[in-house]
């Protein structure tokens, strides 16, 4: 089975139904093929200000949201970056064969940069995309499920791994971008032009897998929808609608052309109302899981300690050829 590894951000009090359906869901979906590696990004999480309290609270939710999910512990290996050192310490030996302009060339970073200046951005953010390398180089996996803004990121990666295998000898494998399956945009319900995202979407627009039921659907009725009254997935006219049928069809698996058809004679009340529906009949489930989960942290943290260390065995592996190809002594 070949290798996939993949890693999310702790850094909001929820995971939001973009990161589901562009993510997560295929995270699950892959255990059936892969041999899975997940990880909880905390040390990407501080590359921007993290309030310590907060950042411990979120990587819980998180791990409790992903085995709620479905992430299974004994099919798969779901991780704490921070809870395996040799992330941090790959990143430094990469971040000595990466050129300074090569970083500096990374769309992500002069983005993020640009929105903060100088003064607000830490050399973290810089070489962000080499803890990444790191990330996915110490597991050897085959294949990195990314969306399309980290594939320059897995390009980088790339070349890292050829480099240090060119300068040092046959190391790491060189992953392969694995492009998720329909990896539905979805789009923020208040705006639907701009994607929905948890740092730039309202309360309003952004839709929590841990959204109360009430909440959640008032959400749903209120969404922008378009002028006219059929509904009919059209990109350019009718924004609002469309994301609503995408999310329809990749909640109920029913083809887009379907829901025109059944929709038909109906306005657009009648698709959010069963919509939403539709949303709490999947979400319900998780949210309770999750607060199961998270109801006894020291199971749930003993769970995390189990992924730690079998994650940790493979990469103290890689680590040790590493370090014999750089030069290091080795301990007596
Ligand atoms: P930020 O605003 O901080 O970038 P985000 O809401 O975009 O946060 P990320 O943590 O960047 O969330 O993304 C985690 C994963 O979820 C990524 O694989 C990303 O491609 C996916 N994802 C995020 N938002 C959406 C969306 N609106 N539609 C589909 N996939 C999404
Ligand atoms: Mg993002």
Redesign the pocket.
């Known amino acids: 089975r070949p290798r996939v590894l993949?890693g999310?951000?702790p850094?909001?009090d929820s995971?939001?139904?973009?990161?589901y359906?562009?993510?997560?869901r295929q995270w699950v979906a892959l255990q059936d093929t892969h041999d899975a590696f997940y990880f909880i990004a905390d040390l990407h999480a501080i590359t921007v200000e993290q309030d310590p309290e907060a950042l411990r609270r979120r990587t819980r939710v998180a791990a409790a949201q992903l085995f709620a999910i479905g992430l299974d512990p004994e099919r798969s290996t779901l991780f704490v970056q921070s809870q395996v050192p040799e992330h941090a310490e790959l990143q430094w030996v990469l971040s000595c064969i990466t050129g300074f302009g090569e970083a500096g060339r990374m769309t992500q970073f002069k983005d993020k940069s640009a929105k903060q200046g100088t003064s607000g951005t830490s050399v973290g953010l810089f070489t962000y995309p080499v803890l990444q390398a790191a990330d996915i180089l110490l597991y050897q996996p085959d294949q990195v499920?990314?969306?399309?803004?980290?594939r320059q990121h897995l390009e980088l990666t790339r070349t890292l791994a050829q480099r240090f295998n060119h300068r040092f000898g046959e190391t790491f494998v060189t992953p392969e971008a694995y492009i998720?399956k329909a990896?539905?945009?979805?789009?923020?319900l208040q705006e639907p032009t701009a994607?929905?995202?948890?740092?730039?979407?309202s309360p309003q627009g952004i839709v929590d897998l841990l959204d109360e039921p009430g909440p959640l659907r008032k959400k749903i009725m209120r969404a922008v929808t378009d002028t006219g009254t059929e509904v009919k997935a059209d990109e350019e006219n009718k924004p609002g609608v469309t994301n609503l049928l995408r999310i329809h069809s990749a909640l109920s698996g029913t083809s887009i052309e379907d829901l025109e058809r059944h929709f038909e004679g109906q306005g657009y009340g009648a698709l959010k109302k069963e919509l939403a529906q539709i949303l709490l009949d999947t979400f319900e489930p998780i949210r309770e899981r999750t607060g199961k989960l998270l109801a006894d942290e020291a199971q749930l943290d003993r769970m995390l300690a189990v992924g730690a260390d079998r994650a940790r065995e493979v990469a103290r592996e890689t680590m040790e050829t590493v370090r014999g190809r750089v030069g290091f002594l080795g301990r007596a």
């Not at 359906?21 to 997560?24: P, Q, T, V």
């Not at 994607?195 to 979407?201: A, D, E, L």
């Open positions: 993949s999310i951000q850094t909001a995971f939001h139904l973009g990161n359906l562009g993510a997560l499920p990314v969306g399309e803004d980290q998720l990896a539905a945009k979805i789009t923020d994607k929905m995202s948890k740092s730039s979407s």
